[in-house]
């Protein structure tokens, strides 16, 4: 693919911004709108937020980090930048689409490429029934909440509840409780990435939820049905010493 144009975007961190200015001395980078390939300055958060903000222009996005972590983003360097994407691999992230439900009734759509997430917002734990594709799972889980979590997402959030890391296309998903109760040995599910998973709210008025999808909050929830969005897709980026295959299967020895 032709990589000529290039656009740039960066964090509002002095690293990200210095490492822009650095770049736009060597290259001559030109809008958005008009790119062959989006370059993202930053961290993972920012990356995210560049799938989010870009996803209808459908163009490659290449991260370099400037951030902390950096799991998602190619190492930086100044010299030789068209080769390098021009040589990288090719990630293809499906996001999961959030269907939320208030308790007045209201439906809220999000989109999530690392994980949706419900989440307790009083001192008492959650009561959450399980469906997964209309048939109930398990009947009441006691708990600070659950995720679900794409392969992409899986080292996020979801490592640090202690749900499993799971290799790009392996298509599954991470069922994830989040601090369980009851059933106190129960430590999640993997899914067929084509499921649909309900998760229901037992006690709205006493246990109140949110539900988050990705940086997207809803409070007051009800129910929750999410589901992969095969219509849509962003392509990330990779150096080939350094894919985003690779860093899962490493992340698993560490």
Known sequence: ???NKMACVCSNSGSAQGAKRLLAAHYDFVDVNEADVIIALGGDGFVLHCLHKYLNLKKPIYGINRGTV?????????????QRIAA???QKLFPLEMKAVTTDGKEHIGLAFNEVALIRKSQQAANLEIKIDGKV???KLVSDGILVA????????????????????SSILALTPISPFRPRRWR?????HDVSIELINKDPKKRPLSATADSLEVLNIASVTITER???CVNLLFDTHHSLEERIIREQFE
Do not use: Q, W
């Open 230 to 232: 095969k219509d849509c």
């Open 150 to 169: 794409t392969p992409a997402g899986s080292t996020a959030y979801n490592l640090s509840v202690h749900g499993p890391i799971i290799p790009l296309g």
């Open 1 to 3: 693919m032709n990589f």
């Open 188 to 192: 999640g599910a993997l899914l067929p």
């Open 137 to 139: 799972r398990l009947e």
């Open 88 to 90: 990288a691999r090719t």
């Open 70 to 82: 950096g799991f998602l983003m190619n190492s930086f360097g100044e010299e030789n930048l068209p």
